[in-house]
Structures are given as C-alpha cells and as structure tokens.
C-alpha cells in the first residue's frame, strides 16, 4: 500500500475471495471467478486492482466516483442498486457481502497479517552512543536526538529537529525541518510536517479503535488499520493527545492546527487548517472539521459528520450531527447556541414555578 505496510500474498483471486470470506455463491454469480485482487483501499483511493467496501449510506457520493476495481456492498444496497448508481462507472464490479465492513476487515488481515506486530530489531548507528538509531535512517543537519531515543528503519529527520528522551519514531515516518518533539513520545506510520511542537507523552499513529462482529462467532473482528496520520506545518499537539491512524484512509492535521492536552483524535479524521482545540475533547473517526474552527474543552464529536468552516462549538457539548459553515453551538446535544439558552432560560423558569417537584 505504502511504504510503511508490506504484504504477505500478491493477490487473490475471487474464488479464493468468496470461499475466505464465506460469501454468497449464488449473489456473486455475475463475477469472474479467475480474476485477481491486490490490494485493499478506501473508496477515495482505490484503483485498478485494488477491493474496497460500502457499508454506510453517507458514502454514496464516493462508491459513485469511486475507481476501485472491485467493492464489497450489502445486500439492501445491492438492492438499491440501479437507484443510486445512475451515474455508476461499469468499470468496478459488486461484490455482495452480509457484512461488508467485516469482510474487507479479514481481507486486510489476509493481505496484511503483521501489521500490529511490533519491529524490535535495529541495526545500530554507532554515531548516536545514547540513542537507538537505525544505520537506514536518513538524519539532516544539526538534529538532536536525546537518550534512550529509538530510531527506526527508513526513517527521514529533517535539518533542526529536536527529539527528547525516550522517544520513539517508528520505520518510514519522516520528520520535517525545524520540528521540536519533546520526551517520551510515540510516533508511528506518520508524517510530520516542519516547525511543528509535539509535548510530552504525545502518542501518533497507533491503530484506531475498529471492530468488527464475526458472524458466526458473535465475536469482536479486530480492523486492520492500513492508513497513516499526516501533520501539516506549524502544527502543535498538547501533552499526552492521541492521534489515531487511517483504517484504510489517511488521519489529516492540516497546517496551523492547534490541539490542547489530552484530545483524542480517531481514525481516518480530519481537522482543517487553523482550527483551535482544547482540551480533553474526543472526535471519533471518519469525521471532517473544517478550517478556522473554535472548539471548546470535553467535547465529544460523533463519527462519520462533517463540521464546516468557522464553527464555534462551546465546552462540553455532545455534537451527534452536521453543522454548517459559521454556526455556533453549544449543549448536549449540540444545539445553535441561542436555542440552547433559550431552553436554559425556560428550564430555569419551570424549576421556580415547580421548586418542590424533585422531593
């Protein structure tokens, strides 16, 4: 897929396919069984060769634009079919699945089956006594590397970077010039983008939080993670935030964002250049923040929604839907914030006319 992720088979061909993931037969008829997969992708990025899925609704636009050779699809939206792909490109061929979010999560793992195992061996640079650098990593001019740092393979550290005790960048990710990474920090399938600060105990790159439900066993199916996390330039991440990589799309901090301590970002999200974040808010994955956005502390942000340009959200409040370009919201849920106090305003009045109605 990239340099970060190498595959253990070539291909599989469709036979091989349906008899993996135990699909229909009969539904998947139409398909020429001697024909071959390579790789696994998001609809955005797949192309020739390559398999993905449709599981959500929301996703329609991208199955329809989309240039993956192959796609999984569920029966209702098989179904649907000559309804919502009028404008279907012919070139990429249905493959129905019960489920398929589960079936592209065990075709990932059989294309890429030590993912999530972890690289121990390095092969030691003797120009960096206190540190664990790989002889294959590419270090730029003036970088300091503190101890007991660990350096993998294929690494690329830009002129002027600093990189505090007791970090970790793992194999192929790149760090970009003039950016300031402080101790005991992990960074993994990613790249880092120039004059950036990464604080203490900042964690990029671990595989996101992706399940699915095995149909026979009744039993959690972990998701294969094969996208990264790019961090655009002049990007800051407070102390102890968790930045999830892709599934099988890329994690994107674009230029100038600002994230406070403690805020979790999920797998395949995205937040738009200049947008403010403080602290212990979550957004969970597959869900897009627009440039310019003001987000209060400790909120929580609903997967697979789209938040607009200048969006001023306040603290603690529970976002469950899309919000359009300069709204500002607030509550729990998230409401226009003079709805919100209205509602405030009319619960206070209840509770004067009725001040014995909790006894």
């Given at each position: ?91 990429t061929k249905i493959i129905i699945a019960k489920d398929p979010y589960t079936s592209i999560a065990k075709l990932a793992n059989y294309f890429y089956p ?58 192929g990710c790149n760090i970009n010039k003039n950016t300031v990474i402080y101790e005991n920090t992990s960074i993994r399938y990613a790249t880092i983008g ?145 709805s919100w106090l209205k509602i405030n305003a009319m619960l206070k009045k209840m509770i004067k006319k009725h001040p014995n109605n909790d006894k």
């Amino acid at each position: 897929m990239n340099r970060f992720f190498s595959k253990a088979v070539d291909f599989i061909d469709i036979k091989s396919l349906i008899h993996l993931l135990d699909l229909d037969q009969e539904k998947n008829s139409h398909l020429d069984k001697t024909q071959k997969i390579y790789n696994v992708s998001s609809l955005q990025d797949a192309g020739n060769g390559d398999i993905s899925f449709l599981q959500n609704k929301k996703y329609y636009h991208s199955f329809l634009e989309t240039k993956s050779e192959f796609c999984l699809v569920s029966d209702e939206i098989a179904k649907n079919y000559n309804e919502i792909a009028k404008n279907y490109n012919e070139k990429t061929k249905i493959i129905i699945a019960k489920d398929p979010y589960t079936s592209i999560a065990k075709l990932a793992n059989y294309f890429y089956p030590n993912v999530n195992n972890p690289v121990i061996l390095i092969n030691k640079n003797p120009n960096f006594p206190f540190a664990n650098v790989d002889i294959t990593a590419q270090i730029g001019q003036n970088v300091q590397i503190g101890h007991g740092v660990t350096i993998e393979k294929n690494v690329t550290i830009e002129d002027n970077v600093i990189i505090s005790h007791g970090s970790f960048i793992g194999h192929g990710c790149n760090i970009n010039k003039n950016t300031v990474i402080y101790e005991n920090t992990s960074i993994r399938y990613a790249t880092i983008g120039s004059n950036c600060i990464i604080h203490s105990g900042v964690k990029i790159g671990q595989d996101g939080f992706g399940f699915a439900i095995d149909d026979k066993t009744k039993s959690l199916f972990k998701i294969t993670h094969l996208g990264i996390v790019k961090i655009g330039n002049n990007v800051e991440i407070g102390a102890n935030s968790c930045i999830d990589r892709g599934s099988f799309d890329t994690t994107d901090i674009h230029d100038n964002v600002k994230l406070d301590n403690l805020i979790q970002v999920g797998h395949n999200a995205k937040i738009g250049q200049s947008s403010v974040i403080a602290a212990q808010t979550a957004i969970a994955g597959s869900t897009s923040i627009g440039m310019g956005c003001m987000i209060g502390g400790q909120v929580g942000i609903a997967g697979h929604i789209k938040i607009g340009n200048f969006v001023q959200i306040g603290g603690k409040a529970g976002v469950i839907s899309n919000i359009q370009d300069n709204e500002k919201v607030a509550g729990h849920p998230a409401l226009p914030v003079f709805s919100w106090l209205k509602i405030n305003a009319m619960l206070k009045k209840m509770i004067k006319k009725h001040p014995n109605n909790d006894k």
